[in-house]
């Protein structure tokens, strides 16, 4: 597994869901490129990663970048 991505979009949502793995489990963040218009955090799990997007899902047809998933490699 590459990473595991959970949207949270709901307002306030993504500080508070980063502030609970960031103390909770002590995640280390991971480098996060600049993506427009959409807010995140990126934390380093072992060899993988943990994905918090800002935005809402788009609920795309196929494959859906800010809704919650997983990146198999």
């Not at 991505?5 to 991971?30: K, V």
């Not at 809402?56 to 970048?65: K, L, Q, V, W, Y």
């Amino acid at each position: 597994m590459l990473h595991v991505s959970i949207n949270t979009s709901a307002p306030g949502a993504l500080d508070a869901t980063r502030a609970f793995y960031a103390d909770l489990f002590a995640l280390p963040t991971a480098p996060r490129p600049p993506i427009p218009g959409i807010d995140g955090h990126w934390f380093t799990v072992a060899d993988a990663q943990l994905h918090l997007v800002g935005a809402p899902a788009e609920g795309a047809d196929g494959p859906d970048p800010t809704g919650p998933h997983c990146g198999l490699g």
